[in-house]
């Protein structure tokens, strides 16, 4: 038994229009579109960085990434001011604050 919402003209609603508006009002939208860099790592970083490196987790703006060298490490915080433009452009909400690289395991 499922109900369908509509919207005050009485037309259903799209799926992709009801999403947004709940997150937005859980609370949820910034975490949403800070953990989006997780699947967009690759793009916004590019195949030469994603090859050494996995997004691990966001937590509370703090993305953490896992690097396979300490040589690639050190490269990567020389060029975390670049990364964070990369990782936040174009984003309202869920900005990634901090980066913070870990030794891959």
Do not use: C
Not at 1 to 16: K, T, W
Not at 29 to 38: D, H
Not at 84 to 91: F, Q, W
Request: proline share 6%; no cysteine.
């Amino acid at each position: 038994m499922s109900r369908s919402r509509r919207s005050p003209s009485g037309r259903p609603q799209l799926v992709g229009e009801l999403i947004p508006r709940y997150l937005e009002r859980q609370g949820l939208s910034a975490k949403v579109e800070a953990a989006s860099v997780m699947p967009e790592w690759e793009v916004l970083v590019g195949p030469g960085i994603a090859a050494v490196t996995t997004p691990v987790r966001v937590s509370d703006g703090t993305l953490f990434v896992a690097v396979k060298t300490s040589a690639w490490m050190m490269e990567l915080n020389m060029m975390k001011a670049d990364l964070m433009r990369r990782l936040n452009a174009g984003k309202r909400h869920g900005r990634i604050e901090h980066l913070v690289f870990v030794m891959a395991g």
